[in-house]
């Protein structure tokens, strides 16, 4: 991001937080900072682990710096993943040892595999993170995913959408448009090229390349293909439920952290028995009524029951919502025993909320579970000048990981379309 906004002429309002989100259940509570010593000292005998971890992330950081051309497209790919790999030997050997490997896996290796805490402790954070739990999760994808609260977490002023403000911003300075509103209803094309996109309001854009942000079904949707969002046999994907609310400031003057993770110490996670929950600083005025905070608390959810509950009848699936906002606020005051009576307002949204302001299908939101390095979508698509951006190509959810997945489709735009290419 860093770079980004260099390269833009941006300056990101954002101030890194001391502590990136504190995870909570039933008997305990632990500080996620740029430090591990909280959670050594809560898990001593995983300090091995850590360790371990820590050198994993500092070679896959300096492997992946400049982008990661994964999964390789074109055979230059392959020559700059060789070149990179053989400069960072041998670390880049020991990457390999873990390649294909779980965290579950690895977990056990360090005797870790029954410790029960520590395990529900993991699950939580890789869910967030890579969309599954040790058991399925890759080695690698997990080694970054873990080391997110140590290389930084940061607050931006006004929110995530100061961000979409600036870039949009940039692109109207460098003669572009942003057009909000439209909904794009169809991707026409004559054999493998794209011709340009329709949207509902009538409107025809022709385009030499086409960049879209959705997943691979949302895009076969568009496009009239056959190519569905996850293969048979790959962890469903998620979505998530959420509620949004305006809460007195006093619910979070005993917190140490602007964003906080709870979690029932038994059952699968998701669904209500984990929640995320971030909260607006008191200092920014602009996200809330004074005296108030911003706050969001969202659950993994799968979307199929949801989708099933609205076919059955529209009290069927207002039943389900209000089931689960009553099972997120019992798990939320649970912890912070006065945000039920200091919220204000209150607005829950479900996997057909996601689909209905996304354009998702059936809702899926963050990203792909990070199961295999070697079965991860490109932005190559069937057609010669469409690709894909966002959280469902490698490497994945974030804004880093966007924007570092993004950079990449440049570079195949620019080497395809460019001055040298038509």
């Known amino acids: 991001m860093d770079v980004l906004g260099r390269e833009l002429g941006l300056v990101w309002p954002a101030r890194r937080e001391p502590v990136a989100w504190q995870y909570r259940t039933a008997g305990f509570s632990v500080d996620l900072t740029s430090s591990r010593r909280e959670i050594i000292s809560r898990f001593p005998d995983s300090a091995a682990f850590w360790k371990e971890q820590s050198v994993l992330a500092k070679l896959l950081w300096r492997l992946s710096s400049g982008g990661l051309p994964w999964p390789v497209a074109v055979p230059r790919d392959l020559v700059l993943i060789v070149r990179k790999g053989l400069a960072g030997f041998p670390g880049t050997a020991r990457l390999l040892q873990f390649a294909s490997r779980t965290v579950h896996a690895w977990l056990a290796d360090h005797g870790l595999g029954s410790d029960a805490d520590f395990v529900r402790f993991i699950d939580s954070q890789l869910l967030i993170s ?51 509103g439209r909904e794009v209803i169809r991707i026409n094309s004559i054999r493998r090229d794209v011709l340009g996109v329709e949207t509902s309001a009538g409107e025809a854009f022709a385009a030499d390349v086409v960049l879209a942000n ?166 190559v698509t069937a057609f010669r000048n469409l690709f894909l951006v966002g959280d469902s190509v490698f490497p994945g959810q974030s804004l880093p990981g966007v924007v570092t997945g993004a950079r990449r489709v440049v570079e195949l735009v620019l080497r395809q379309f460019g001055k040298n290419g038509g």
């Open 130 to 180: 890579a969309q599954t739990v040790s058991r399925h999760a890759n080695a690698l994808s997990a080694a970054i995913a873990l080391d997110l609260p140590v290389s930084g977490a940061w607050q931006v002023a006004g929110g995530i959408g100061t961000v979409s403000e600036l870039l949009s911003q940039s692109i109207r300075r460098s003669g572009g448009s942003v057009l909000c």
């Open 214 to 379: 959705m997943t691979p079904c949302s895009l076969a949707v568009l496009t009239c293909a056959d190519a569905p969002a996850f293969r048979e046999g790959d962890p469903p994907g998620w979505s998530a439920f959420m509620l949004y609310l305006c809460m007195e400031s006093g619910a979070f003057e005993r917190t140490t952290a602007h964003h906080l993770q709870i979690v029932e110490p038994e059952g699968p996670l998701g669904e209500g028995r984990s929640i995320f929950v971030s909260a607006s600083p008191a200092d920014d005025a602009g996200r809330a009524p004074e005296g108030c905070r911003a706050v969001t608390v969202s659950t993994h959810t799968r979307p199929a029951p949801w989708f099933e509950a609205r076919e059955k009848g529209r009290d069927v699936y207002l039943e389900r919502k209000e089931l689960y906002t009553r099972k997120v606020l019992g798990l939320l005051s649970a912890h912070l025993p006065d945000a039920e009576r200091e919220a204000r307002f209150l607005k829950a949204a479900t996997p057909l909320t996601w689909q209905r302001y996304t354009g998702r299908f059936h809702g899926y939101v963050g990203g792909y579970p990070q199961t295999s390095l070697f079965d991860v979508r490109g932005p």
